[in-house]
């Protein structure tokens, strides 16, 4: 049966990983500064999470949300811990999508409205609202173009206000450090200012981050960096190292009602102790600290190479935006370097989303095999031009 062709591939196969490295079939050792996508945090392998995880399988991998689950009370209070998120509750599923899914539902259950407003490049998932509330149009099919969705200029403050101030808005969705969108930031002012409008307009806040979260940004969550308190926080890649685990944390103004949230396998045994192994690693081996001194030295040196016009993000989501595409530079990062990097929808932008256990020995690495690319990269470019 063939596989429903909906990805384009890279011609490598990961069989194994340890650390910030994967290893193919032939034992060839990738350095993997993509981290399957913003997910691996801790590291591959990390060995306290593979017995944690292994631990629990052999005891109980799964039972449904109708009975005491303790693994999710732990879980809770760790995150509570670390993340500073005072009050806040616990909300969990399996994925970024469902996690901005549930964070919508719950602002137009709670608030009686439906529209909402999002931002231009924005990405929150593929489902119903979350893919409604995403700016591409390629991935919104007609079922899903029935929400009701505004999407504004991040930045556009009188946008933001002219439409709260209609009155039928129930959240504004918000990735504080934009992903696949290409690193963009709103500025403070703006997104203290969205805060305060949503506060004014019975509408609620909700920070996506699904990928800026759990340490990424050098700090627990990006919202962290100004000085805004979201109604709900979405959550997922990091929080599992891979297993697929997501979540919200919800405002304790904002109360419960039995059925009003539900999932049959979200917060089961299984996800739950692998969430709070990554949880225990990343505050052991101090993990948001040296995801901002990395991300010190790695713009230090970004700064130095004049092919490099913008630096964009924070922390380990970091975005070197070239002057040229870099799909070649990246197949060549891959197949000659065995060096993994990330694309965005911005073609000139090489993303970079290593574990957050990188060290300045990786990053070495990563800048010399960068540096001897990219004469050969811009002489490929060149001749590509002229072909045309
Ligand atoms: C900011 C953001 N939100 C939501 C999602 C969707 O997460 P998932 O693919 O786990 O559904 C992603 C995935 O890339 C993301 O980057």
């Given at each position: 049966?063939?596989?429903?062709?909906?990805?384009?591939?890279?011609?490598?196969?990961?069989?194994?990983?340890?650390?910030?490295?994967?290893?193919?079939?032939?034992?060839?050792?990738?350095?993997?500064?993509?981290?399957?996508?913003?997910?691996i945090s801790i590291g591959?392998?990390h060995?306290k999470y593979?017995?944690?995880?292994?631990?629990?399988?052999?005891?109980?991998?799964?039972?449904?949300?109708?009975?005491?689950?303790?693994?999710?009370?732990?879980?809770?209070?760790?995150?509570?811990?670390?993340?500073?998120?005072?009050?806040?509750?616990?909300?969990?599923?399996?994925?970024?999508?469902?996690?901005?899914?549930?964070?919508?539902?719950?602002?137009?259950?709670?608030?009686?409205?439906?529209?909402?407003?999002?931002?231009?490049?924005?990405?929150?998932?593929?489902?119903?609202?979350?893919?409604?509330?995403?700016?591409?149009?390629?991935?919104?099919?007609?079922?899903?173009?029935?929400?009701?969705?505004?999407?504004?200029?991040?930045?556009?403050?009188?946008?933001?206000?002219?439409?709260?101030?209609?009155?039928?808005?129930?959240?504004?969705?918000?990735?504080?450090?934009?992903?696949?969108?290409?690193?963009?930031?709103?500025?403070?002012?703006?997104?203290?200012?969205?805060?305060?409008?949503?506060?004014?307009?019975?509408?609620?806040?909700?920070?996506?981050?699904?990928?800026?979260?759990?340490?990424?940004?050098?700090?627990?969550?990006?919202?962290?960096?100004?000085?805004?308190?979201?109604?709900?926080?979405?959550?997922?890649?990091?929080?599992?190292n891979?297993?697929?685990?997501?979540?919200?944390?919800?405002?304790?103004?904002?109360?419960?009602?039995?059925?009003?949230?539900?999932?049959?396998?979200?917060?089961?045994?299984?996800?739950?102790?692998?969430?709070?192994s990554v949880?225990?690693v990343i505050?052991?081996q101090?993990l948001?600290?040296?995801?901002?001194?990395?991300?010190?030295?790695?713009?230090?040196?970004?700064?130095?190479?004049?092919?490099?016009?913008?630096?964009?993000?924070?922390?380990?989501?970091?975005?070197?935006?070239?002057?040229?595409?870099?799909?070649?530079?990246?197949?060549?990062?891959?197949?000659?370097?065995?060096?993994?990097?990330?694309?965005?929808?911005?073609?000139?932008?090489?993303?970079?989303?290593?574990p957050l256990t990188?060290?300045?020995?990786?990053?070495?690495?990563?800048?010399?095999?960068?540096?001897?690319?990219?004469?050969?990269?811009?002489?490929?470019?060149?001749?590509?031009?002229?072909?045309?």
């Amino acid at each position: 049966m063939p596989l429903f062709n909906v990805y384009p591939l890279y011609d490598v196969t990961p069989v194994s990983g340890k650390g910030v490295y994967v290893y193919d079939e032939n034992g060839t050792e990738y350095l993997d500064l993509y981290g399957g996508h913003a997910v691996i945090s801790i590291g591959h392998s990390h060995p306290k999470y593979v017995k944690a995880i292994s631990k629990q399988v052999e005891a109980l991998g799964f039972y449904s949300n109708a009975i005491q689950n303790p693994l999710q009370v732990k879980l809770a209070n760790k995150l509570e811990a670390l993340s500073g998120c005072k009050d806040y509750e616990l909300f969990l599923c399996n994925s970024g999508a469902e996690a901005n899914e549930n964070a919508l539902k719950l602002a137009s259950f709670k608030t009686g409205k439906s529209r909402v407003v999002a931002f231009k490049n924005g990405f929150h998932g593929r489902t119903s609202a979350a893919v409604a509330a995403t700016d591409n149009p390629n991935i919104v099919a007609p079922i899903n173009a029935q929400q009701k969705v505004t999407i504004l200029e991040l930045n556009d403050i009188a946008g933001v206000q002219a439409e709260l101030e209609k009155g039928d808005v129930c959240a504004v969705i918000v990735e504080f450090i934009q992903g696949i969108g290409g690193l963009d930031q709103g500025t403070a002012e703006f997104f203290e200012k969205v805060d305060t409008l949503c506060k004014a307009n019975n509408t609620f806040f909700i920070a996506d981050e699904v990928q800026s979260g759990y340490g990424r940004s050098g700090k627990f969550f990006a919202y962290q960096h100004y000085n805004v308190t979201p109604d709900v926080i979405a959550m997922a890649k990091g929080m599992g190292n891979g297993f697929p685990i997501g979540g919200i944390l919800i405002h304790p103004n904002i109360e419960a009602k039995f059925g009003m949230l539900g999932t049959t396998f979200g917060g089961n045994h299984l996800a739950c102790a692998a969430g709070i192994s990554v949880l225990e690693v990343i505050e052991d081996q101090k993990l948001m600290e040296n995801a901002k001194v990395m991300s010190e030295y790695f713009v230090k040196i970004a700064k130095t190479i004049p092919h490099i016009k913008k630096i964009k993000g924070k922390g380990l989501m970091l975005g070197l935006e070239f002057d040229f595409e870099v799909g070649d530079l990246r197949k060549r990062l891959i197949y000659d370097n065995h060096i993994f990097t990330g694309g965005a929808s911005n073609k000139k932008l090489l993303r970079i989303l290593p574990p957050l256990t990188v060290r300045k020995e990786h990053i070495n690495m990563f800048y010399e095999a960068l540096i001897e690319a990219l004469p050969e990269v811009e002489a490929a470019e060149e001749l590509q031009t002229q072909n045309i």
